[in-house]
């Protein structure tokens, strides 16, 4: 079943739970599937890879907006922003844990060979390939700062 007919089954559900929450979140998310098939080349159509991408894009853009809304005492809007994240990490691969990302990272310096602060850039490359969708980009960054520092 393609994302687009996970969100159009959701969002039926949730319709008829008059579950307001999740019915919003499931909207932001179809909004993204129907711009990403109206850009120029697409044709129609997203591959899984482009799915994945918009929803990180959404989860980055709503953990951006929680953080800024609890520095500001906006409890309100952070419990909306905490609602979409729970819905659009069910359509995202599960995210690794801690100390997976050091392991992966731990092999990937011994890949690169790379042994200061100064080789981040090369460690970082293969990493934002090889954890893409899994990871987050600012925890694979500290992460790595760390352990070359």
């Known amino acids: 079943m ?8 959701e969002m039926k559900d949730a319709m008829k739970s008059k579950n307001e929450s ?3 979140s499931l909207r932001a998310i179809k909004a993204e599937i129907i711009k990403a098939k ?5 044709g129609g159509e997203i591959d899984e890879a482009t799915e994945q991408k918009f ?3 959404m989860m980055k853009q709503r953990r951006d907006s929680l953080e800024i809304f609890e520095k500001q005492g906006r409890e309100d809007l952070a419990i909306k922003e905490k609602e979409e994240m729970a819905v659009i990490e069910k359509f995202l691969p599960k995210q690794l844990s801690e100390s997976e990302i050091k392991e992966a990272l731990a092999a990937i310096i011994t890949q690169t060979g790379a042994s200061t602060a100064a080789d981040m850039g090369k460690v970082m490359g293969v990493a ?6 899994k990871a987050d980009g600012k ?8 352990m070359l520092g």
């Open 2 to 9: 393609s994302l687009e007919q996970q969100i159009m089954a």
């Open 22 to 24: 999740v019915l919003r």
């Open 38 to 42: 109206t850009e120029p080349g697409a």
């Open 55 to 57: 929803l990180q894009k």
């Open 128 to 133: 934002s390939k090889q954890l893409a969708g």
């Open 139 to 146: 925890t694979i960054s500290a992460l790595v700062k760390e």
